[in-house]
Structure formats: structure tokens, C-alpha cells
């Protein structure tokens, strides 16, 4: 019995060969709209889907493979007598290879094109044709991705037919395929936040070295749909990236961003370890190193900003992880490329594109909007009042907190986070870590804001903060216990100001 292949590509990658080999084998080849005319134009004997449906194509070609004489070629059990019985007696002949990649809407629906415009970008077709041969694997050799054709054609020439394990992996894909694809589509159609069946879309872009930890293995995936920082990211120099390493290059460039005007955020371990803002790049960076000099050590820095050579040769001078920016001079790169494991990073989307996060559980998935609040309503609720500095002070404390992990406390001084108190179980030890961190060789933290990502549940924070000279406090309030720890900053001549809003990150 002659062996046939139905192929309709979008992606006409390598198709060709693919084709020229399989009428090589004695292999008829049946396609359909454009796909048959780039098959006629490079010489092949081609059948027309039209000729084997004895249909023309309608509806502007939405219909034109939906039909029995295909399906059925392509559903019939070739050991099941009853179906072969069947399609004989219909003139239906079987379907022996199904070559079909789909509209590119995974592409399509991120452009700026209009509703309708990408609604003609969801393939009917081609699903249901794979979906056929997938669930007929037994029988039928599906392929939808290019990159297996290499694979097909080497058992066909080395065995003479496609092996079972092969055929069963490639119907694999395409479930896998066609399950990402209509989970595209329903988030582009439902546009909820929370539908019932939580569908989501991502394809790998690279298996990762390990996890968190040696023995822990992992891989990277992006959004099919979505744009973010994260996606789109070019890596200029450097060795591959880690599991950890794109998380914590994540945390810093939201931080960094957080400002709009220039800023540096180093992070270590999940946490920033130094944030600042200045008049320029270099003094941002200076600012953010000298946070925590010896924590920098061995992290990740993400300036706002391009990055020029003076601030290059200062970032050359200490073991870094990764630099990221939204630019670099030739003469930064090139001072920082000398170091061949260095990760530098070009970053151009600055503001992050999430709407929703997830966070594993044994056997679920928590789903929740992306924290994109900063500050309800600036509050002064002490007898002193504070001074621009402060306020500005504690607009950037609000802006780290919320990338600390809870309980959060962070001591912000002229621009620069100078101690950072995050994970502990409870607020005062988070408030003596951050205190003791900012003080390090001073006598007093005079000047300096006391910044906290949750009510103070008793007054002791408070206190502690001024036994270091702290006299500007910002918080969200909302304890019971609010009126303690007012009255405890008023007893120290300290302002406190309530925003309204709480940044647990757990």
C-alpha cells in the first residue's frame, strides 16, 4: 500500500528537504494553500488537499482540511478491520505522515495589531489534523515542530519506518503544543485574572546548569504571550545563566526601576543589599556599593540607566556576578567584557509587564495580582513634622521594602539604603538588623529614615530606633496598637508617617 503525507506549514523552515526525501522514499504528498504552491514551485509532485476532499477551499481558506476524506485517512486503525472496512468502501485512503506547524499567534497576539486582526492568527486546521494523528500515533508519524525532521528522515533512511517511541514522543509534542496554544487563545478571549482552569504558556528557552542547588535540575521558559524584562533581556558577555542568577537579576531590575531617577540596586541572595539614587550613574553605583560593601561581593547590579567606562572600571574593580543595564558605551563594554565570566546584560524593558504571579504549592498553585501599589495617602501622625529629605528618604525606604522579604525593615539615609533587616520572624529583630547594619563605625544614625513594610504590632520598634538617632519613621499603621507607637515617637522628637499600604513579600 502506497504511503501518503499530508503537510500544511506556516513555517516553511526546511520543509523542502523534508518533502524532496519522503517522494524520494515513493511517498505521495498531499498539501494544501500556500505550502502546495511552494512545493509545485520547487519541482515536487504535489497533490492539491482540494483533489482529495473533492471540495475547494471556502471561506478564505478557514475551511479546507475539515473534512472525512483527511480525518478519516488520518483516524482509521490500520489492524482494525471494521475502520479499514470503512474508509475502503467510502474511497478514503490513508494518511500515513502529518506535517503541520500553526499560525503564528503566539507571535501575533503580542503586536499591536487589532482584535480581529488577531483572531484571523488562531489556527482551526491545523490543531485538529495534529490532534488526529497525535491520538493515531500508533499508525501515523505527526510532526509539528521543524526541528524533528532531521530526526524522522534518519530512522526512515537507517530502519525504513519511524519507530514507536519516536512517534509516541512526537505526539507528545504536539499535545504539548496544542495545549499552549489554546491556553493562549483563551487568556487573550477571557482576559480574567482568575478563570476556572488556570491556563498558562510558556516555552522553554534553555535548560539551566542546575537549580537552586547542584543536585536540582531546571530550565528556563518564557511566555508565549507576554512581553517582560526577563524575555527579552540580550546577554553580552559571560557564562551561562543560573536558576538563581535570573532570579535575583529579576529582583534588582524591578528595584532599579522602581525609580525614575537614576538608580543602582545590588542584590545577593534574593535580597537587595544596596539601593540608591543620584545625579549620575557612577555616584549611584558608589552609593549602592558602599550599602554594603562586603555583601556586593559575589551579586547582581542593576543600574537604570547606560552605563559610561567611569563607572564601568568602578564596577571592574570588585567580583560581580552580573551588571544590567539598558545600555552600555563601547568603552563600558569593552572594560567590563575583559572579564570573560561576567555576565553583562542589555536590558531595555524597564517597567515590569506582569499582571499576575504564582507561587507552587504541593498540589496547587497560588495566584495573585502583581504588587504595583506603592503609597495609599502620605500621613503625618506625630507632633514633628518631616523635612524633604525625610519624605524623600522614605519614599525610596517604601520602594526597597517591598522587594524585602518579610519582616522587612530598611534604614534609608541621603538616597542610599544603608541597612537592610529582612526574613526575620519577628519586626524588632528585623528593626536591631537593619539598625546594626546601617550603623556599622558611626556613633549615631542621625538624618536617617526607618522604613517598614508592616505595621509596628508594639512600640519597641520605635524605641530601638532611637536608641541609633533615628528621627523619621514611615509605616503603613493600621495595628491596634498605632497609638503606642505614636506616642512613643512623639516622646523621642521623632515624625512618623503612615502611607496606608502594607508590602509583605513572603
Known amino acids: 500500500m502506497k504511503k501518503r503525507a499530508l503537510i500544511s506549514v506556516f513555517d516553511k523552515t526546511g520543509i523542502l528537504e523534508f518533502a524532496q526525501f519522503l517522494n524520494q522514499k515513493g511517498v505521495e504528498i498531499i498539501s494544501t494553500g500556500g505550502t502546495y504552491k511552494f512545493l509545485k514551485e520547487n519541482g515536487l509532485s504535489v497533490i492539491d488537499v482540494s483533489?482529495?476532499?473533492?471540495f475547494k477551499e471556502m471561506l478564505d481558506g478557514r475551511v479546507k482540511t475539515l473534512h472525512p476524506n483527511i480525518h478519516g485517512g488520518i483516524l482509521a486503525i490500520r489492524d482494525n478491520r471494521e475502520h479499514m472496512d470503512t474508509i475502503a468502501k467510502e474511497g478514503i485512503e490513508t494518511i500515513d505522515y502529518v506535517v503541520v506547524n500553526l499560525y503564528p499567534f503566539f507571535r501575533e497576539v503580542q503586536t499591536d495589531k487589532t482584535f480581529d486582526e488577531k483572531i484571523e492568527f488562531v489556527d482551526i486546521g491545523g490543531p485538529t489534523m495534529l490532534r488526529s494523528a497525535a491520538k493515531s500515533f500508533k499508525d501515523v508519524t505527526v510532526i509539528c515542530e521543524t526541528e524533528d525532521y532531521e530526526k524522522v528522515m534518519e530512522e526512515i533512511e537507517n530502519n525504513g519506518e519511524v519507530s514507536f517511541e519516536t512517534k509516541k514522543r512526537l505526539a507528545g509534542k504536539v499535545f504539548n503544543l496544542t495545549s499552549a496554544y489554546d491556553a493562549a487563545i483563551s487568556n487573550f478571549l477571557l482576559e480574567e485574572e482568575y478563570p476556572k482552569y488556570l491556563n498558562v504558556s510558556y516555552e522553554k528557552k534553555f535548560d539551566l546548569r542546575y537549580g537552586e542547588n547542584p543536585h536540582q535540575s531546571s530550565a528556563y521558559y518564557v511566555s508565549t504571550t507576554e512581553n517582560g524584562s526577563m524575555k527579552d533581556f540580550v546577554q553580552l558577555n559571560g557564562k551561562e545563566l543560573s536558576f538563581n542568577n535570573i532570579r535575583d537579576m529579576d529582583i534588582a531590575w524591578k528595584v532599579a526601576n522602581e525609580f525614575d531617577e537614576?538608580?543602582?540596586?545590588?542584590?545577593?541572595?534574593?535580597?537587595?543589599?544596596?539601593?540608591?539614587?543620584a545625579d549620575d550613574v557612577f555616584t549611584a553605583y558608589k552609593k549602592a556599593h558602599d550599602c554594603d560593601p562586603v555583601s556586593i561581593f559575589g551579586g547582581i547590579v542593576a543600574i537604570n540607566r547606560e552605563i559610561d567606562a567611569k563607572t564601568a572600571q568602578e564596577l571592574h574593580k570588585i567580583f560581580l556576578e552580573i551588571v544590567i543595564a539598558p545600555a552600555f558605551t563601547d568603552e563600558a563594554l569593552e572594560i567590563l567584557n575583559s572579564k570573560k565570566n561576567l555576565r553583562v546584560i542589555k536590558c531595555e524593558v524597564a517597567k515590569p509587564q506582569d499582571k499576575v504571579e504564582y507561587v507552587k504549592v504541593d498540589?496547587?498553585?497560588?495566584?495573585?495580582?502583581?504588587?504595583?501599589?506603592?503609597?495609599?495617602?502620605?500621613?503625618?501622625?506625630?507632633?514633628?513634622?518631616?523635612?524633604e529629605q525625610e519624605l524623600?528618604?522614605?519614599?525610596?525606604?517604601?520602594?526597597?521594602?517591598?522587594?524585602?522579604?518579610?519582616?522587612?525593615?530598611?534604614?534609608?539615609?541621603?538616597?542610599?539604603?544603608?541597612?537592610?533587616?529582612?526574613?526575620?520572624?519577628?519586626?524588632?529583630?528585623?528593626?536591631?538588623?537593619?539598625?546594626?547594619?546601617?550603623?556599622?563605625?558611626?556613633?549615631?544614625?542621625?538624618?536617617?529614615?526607618?522604613?517598614?513594610?508592616?505595621?509596628?504590632?508594639?512600640?519597641?520598634?520605635?524605641?530601638?530606633?532611637?536608641?541609633?538617632?533615628?528621627k523619621a519613621l514611615v509605616q503603613p499603621g493600621g495595628s491596634i496598637r498605632d497609638k503606642e507607637s505614636i506616642e512613643a515617637a512623639d516622646e523621642h522628637g521623632m515624625t512618623m508617617v503612615f502611607t496606608g499600604i502594607r508590602h509583605f513579600k513572603h
Open 51 to 54: 483533489e482529495v476532499t473533492n
Open 262 to 277: 537614576i538608580a543602582c540596586c545590588a542584590v545577593k541572595h534574593s535580597t537587595p543589599c544596596g539601593v540608591a539614587v
Open 363 to 387: 498540589g496547587g498553585i497560588l495566584v495573585q495580582q502583581t504588587n504595583r501599589k506603592m503609597i495609599d495617602n502620605m500621613e503625618i501622625v506625630t507632633k514633628k513634622q518631616p523635612i
Open 392 to 470: 524623600k528618604d522614605m519614599e525610596l525606604g517604601m520602594k526597597v521594602v517591598k522587594h524585602v522579604k518579610s519582616n522587612a525593615i530598611v534604614i534609608v539615609k541621603d538616597g542610599a539604603a544603608t541597612g537592610v533587616g529582612t526574613g526575620q520572624t519577628n519586626r524588632i529583630w528585623a528593626t536591631q538588623h537593619a539598625l546594626e547594619h546601617a550603623k556599622g563605625d558611626l556613633d549615631s544614625l542621625e538624618g536617617a529614615v526607618l522604613a517598614s513594610d508592616a505595621f509596628f504590632p508594639f512600640r519597641d520598634c520605635v524605641d530601638e530606633a532611637a536608641k541609633y538617632g533615628i
